[in-house]
């Protein structure tokens, strides 16, 4: 290890992230073959608990889903949440009454702001082969001035996010797709009115990097305070990250104020870069809530058990949510008053 590297962590989910992230998370799921209800075989639940199966040594987990996976209604404040979802589907609703599809590298950003239910569910489309998953999703803390402002939510749909494409010298393509930030001199698609990525001062990056065999992707140096991590979460070969080697699943903290060079070794690699300045204010966070105060989240909860931000304008509380089969992927907002879909 050298000057450049904090901390190498072998994850399995979960990523030990730091201000300005609250969480950082990796799902990859081989889920069956659906039961034509997009859901799993009753058959197939045998040893799995039911509202909170979260064993990382599984093929696949049902979550807090009882029929078709995933995660049912459930109250968010004080943050933001980008998930990518790069193969499989995922099902959103919201007490905002928007709805929608996405997947496929599709990434959806929500500011949770003063409060929101929403839920996610992963639909599995396929009666006849496995059904496939893998999602990320992070939560970047909105600061103190913001966590009260409305909640809103925001598609960016795989055929638009900005792609750069870097030519290394043994003529090799990286690919960046950019989500958040600015990399290879290619802007990511504007983020939300109040997210911290807002600021270019801030530094916020979130991108996809897709290395071939014998290329390689550099850093540039930024400021002492940024956080900056790279996880490499798909591929079978080595990448080295400032001459310290890396294979799948390995997760590595980096300084901010000095370039970094990575590169791939004989095979194909995919990394995730997150990058950001701190926010650098108090948190208090229990569960979905995220303060700066105790007495704030004291508030987050009682203003919930009250109002439930809003309710659930989507039916029974025992159904988990999920569009029906035929839709393909689309953002209906406001109770279909706007409608999105890819182009």
Known sequence: ????????????????????????????????????????DPSLLGG????????????????????????????????????????????????QGSKGRYGKGDVQLMSAGSGILH???????????????????????????DKLTAP?????????????KLTSENGGTVSVKVIVGNYGGVQAIEPLPHSWAKDPNHHMGVALVSMEPGTEFKLDAVNPEMKRYVLMYEGNGVATVENQDITNSYFVELVGDQSITIKNGNEATKLLVLEGMPINEPVA?????????????????????????????????????????????????????????PQ
């Open 1 to 40: 290890m050298n000057n450049k590297i904090l901390n190498v962590t072998k994850v399995n989910g979960r990523m030990p992230v730091a201000d300005p992230f609250i969480i950082g998370v990796y799902h990859y799921e081989l889920y069956p073959k659906s039961n034509g209800k997009m859901g799993v």
């Open 48 to 95: 799995k608990t039911l509202g909170n199966d979260f064993d990382p040594n599984a093929k696949w987990r049902m979550y807090h889903g009882t029929s078709i996976p995933g995660f049912p209604h459930h109250p968010h404040r004080g943050f933001e949440i980008v998930t990518v979802v790069e193969n499989g589907y995922a099902d959103h609703f919201d007490s």
């Open 119 to 145: 839920g996610e569910m992963f639909p599995l489309l396929n009666d006849t082969e496995e059904n496939p998953f893998q999602l990320f999703q992070i939560w970047v803390n909105l600061p103190g001035k």
């Open 152 to 164: 809103q939510y925001k598609m960016l749909w795989n055929e638009t996010i900005p792609v750069a």
């Open 285 to 341: 966070a229990y569960g979905p809530f995220v303060m700066n105060t105790e007495e704030e989240l004291h508030e987050a909860f009682s203003e919930y058990r009250s109002t439930q931000f809003g309710g659930w304008p989507w039916g029974s509380e025992e159904t988990d949510a999920v569009n029906p089969k035929e839709m393909g992927r689309f953002a209906s907002y406001n109770f279909g008053k706007t409608i999105d879909k």
